[in-house]
Structures are given as structure tokens and as C-alpha cells.
């Protein structure tokens, strides 16, 4: 099923990075041919305490607030308006604690959702984590460090598989995407080439073909690294435009723990990254 759809929330500061990779999203969802959405969220004011004292920065921060969701908004309207996309936008306030909720809720009526990423950024991952595991859509990780050399058409794609049932959800929700591109490699990261991983590698690329994708698969070592950066360095190494993976995590105390290739990929994608649990 093509990508129709497309959903880009829009929270934080207007860094001229972050402007950037408005800019970058709305290109990859014209190349798509897909409609665009944005939805920008500020704290709600009337959630704020009701007793202010003198020098209560409260007003100020948030006509920051706002002056910063109007310039967010200024630049997808912008952006919309020169890749002459169909696009719509509104803003919203909400609870601070709520922010994350809104926008997974709203990206359920999305093919797929477009997230800029900060490095490392703990706001962000948080926001990511919920629309993983509260949209049931597929993201797509747009890296604010690399904007300036982001690509909006995935020649190169590169499928990250460990034979899970969440690599081939990703795999899946990424078909229009693979139909479209011009390469796409399959790769496992094995320090060793057992039957059952060449097996595995082998069988993606079968099914994809009676997709009309023609894959090739191979298994790179992992030489004592972590699987997130023997991915990145790949990607890099090979000029990879977009990474096609899952994303997991397990709950201990109800505290929510990233897989480690997962932390790794999220905290700073090395290019375009679409996700899926």
C-alpha cells in the first residue's frame, strides 16, 4: 500500500537545525506524493499554578512558547509552500505530560509520521518511545546533526535484520519505500555465518523480490563493537540514504529500557531511520 499520509509534529525550539529538518520532511513526503500534516503543541497555559508572584517568569515563558510553535509553524507552511505539497497545520495546547500521548494519538491517522531528532536529546526519545509503542505507525527519524547532506529520495536503502518479528513489521511498512529505491541491501551484524542467519538473510531477500524488489544480503562483523554502531559506520561507509529497521524494548518495574541497538540508533541516527515495533 503506497504512502498517502503523512504526519510531522512539531515541538521545541525553532534551531536553525530544526528548521532545516522541517524543511527536509516536507521534501520527503513530496517525493512520497503523499499529503502532509503538521500539529504543533505548546504547554497550556491553564494548566500552568493559578498564584503568580512578582517575578514569576511564567508570561514570559509562554509568550517564548508561542513565538517559538509560530515559528515552527512558519516554516512547514513555508516549506509546504515551495515543494507545492497538499499540507495542513494547527496548533493545540496541552498538559506538558500530555504532549508525547497527543501527537501518538494523531499519528494514527498517518501512514507514517516524520520525527526530527536532536543527539542524544532525552525529550525526543521520550516522544519517540511513544509513538513506537502508542501510534501502532511506523516513524521515520530525520537526524538534525546531518541535515545538511539528508537526501529526500532513498536511493540506497538498508535493511537492518535480526531475523525478528519486529525487523519484518519494519520491513513491511517500508515496502513503498524499497519499491522505490534503487538499492537495497539486507544486513546482519554476525560474528559468525551460521546456516540459520544465511537462511534467514536469504529468505528477506526471496520474498522481497515477489515484491519487485531485487535485494542482496550480507553479514558484517561485529569485531567487538555494539550492533547500533557497526550499523551507523555502515551506513555511512556506504553512502546509505535510509535505514529500515524494528525497534524493542522490555519493561522492569514498569520503567521502560531501550534495546541497545535501539538506544543507539534513536540517540543519534546516522541518516534517515524508519522505525517499527
Known amino acids: 500500500m503506497p504512502i498517502k499520509d503523512v504526519f510531522l509534529p512539531?515541538?521545541?525550539?525553532?534551531?536553525?537545525?530544526?528548521?532545516?529538518?522541517?524543511?527536509?520532511?516536507?521534501?520527503?513526503?513530496?517525493?512520497?506524493?503523499a499529503r502532509i500534516t503538521a500539529l504543533a503543541l505548546e504547554d497550556d497555559a491553564f494548566v500552568r499554578p493559578k498564584v503568580v508572584f512578582p517575578d514569576d517568569p511564567?508570561?514570559?515563558?509562554?509568550a517564548r512558547e508561542a513565538s517559538n510553535m509560530q515559528q515552527l509553524l512558519n516554516a512547514f507552511t513555508n516549506a509546504a509552500s515551495r515543494a507545492g505539497i497538499r499540507a495542513?497545520?494547527?496548533?493545540?495546547?496541552?498538559?506538558?505530560?500530555?504532549?508525547?500521548?497527543?501527537?501518538?494519538?494523531?499519528?494514527?491517522?498517518?501512514?507514517?509520521?516524520?520525527?526530527?531528532?536532536k543527539p542524544h536529546d532525552s525529550r525526543t526519545e521520550n516522544i519517540v518511545e511513544t509513538f513506537l509503542?502508542?501510534?501502532?505507525?511506523?516513524?521515520?527519524?530525520?537526524p538534525e546533526q546531518h541535515v545538511e547532506t539528508l537526501r529526500p529520495e532513498f536511493e540506497s536503502v538498508m535493511?537492518?535484520?535480526?531475523?525478528?518479528?519486529?525487523?519484518?513489521?519494519?520491513?513491511?511498512?517500508?515496502?513503498?519505500?524499497?519499491?522505490?529505491?534503487?538499492?537495497?541491501?539486507?544486513?546482519?551484524?554476525?560474528?559468525?555465518?551460521?546456516?540459520?542467519?544465511?537462511?534467514?538473510?536469504h529468505s528477506l531477500v526471496h520474498h522481497?523480490?515477489?515484491?519487485?524488489?531485487?535485494?542482496?544480503?550480507?553479514?558484517?562483523?561485529?569485531?567487538?563493537?555494539?550492533?547500533?554502531?557497526?550499523?551507523?559506520?555502515?551506513?555511512?561507509?556506504h553512502?546509505?540514504?535510509?535505514?529500515?529497521?524494528?525497534?524493542?524494548?522490555?519493561s522492569r518495574l514498569n520503567e521502560t529500557v531501550w534495546g541497545g541497538v535501539t538506544k543507539t540508533v534513536i540517540g543519534q541516527p546516522p541518516c534517515w531511520v524508519m522505525m517499527s515495533h
Open 159 to 201: 535493511i537492518a535484520w535480526d531475523h525478528s518479528a519486529r525487523a519484518a513489521r519494519a520491513v513491511g511498512d517500508a515496502l513503498p519505500i524499497l519499491q522505490a529505491a534503487a538499492l537495497v541491501r539486507v544486513i546482519t551484524v554476525a560474528d559468525d555465518e551460521a546456516a540459520a542467519i544465511t537462511q534467514s538473510g
Open 58 to 62: 511564567g508570561p514570559v515563558e509562554r
Open 133 to 142: 509503542f502508542q501510534s501502532g505507525r511506523p516513524l521515520l527519524l530525520c
Open 239 to 250: 553512502a546509505v540514504d535510509a535505514i529500515v529497521m524494528g525497534a524493542y524494548h522490555h
Open 88 to 117: 495542513q497545520s494547527r496548533s493545540a495546547g496541552v498538559s506538558a505530560d500530555q504532549i508525547a500521548l497527543t501527537l501518538a494519538a494523531q499519528a494514527r491517522f498517518s501512514d507514517l509520521t516524520l520525527i526530527p531528532v
Open 208 to 237: 522481497l523480490r515477489e515484491h519487485g524488489i531485487y535485494a542482496s544480503f550480507e553479514t558484517v562483523q561485529e569485531g567487538g563493537s555494539s550492533i547500533g554502531k557497526v550499523l551507523g559506520s555502515w551506513a555511512q561507509s
Open 10 to 33: 512539531l515541538f521545541g525550539e525553532p534551531r536553525d537545525p530544526t528548521l532545516a529538518a522541517i524543511e527536509k520532511c516536507v521534501a520527503v513526503a513530496a517525493d512520497l506524493g
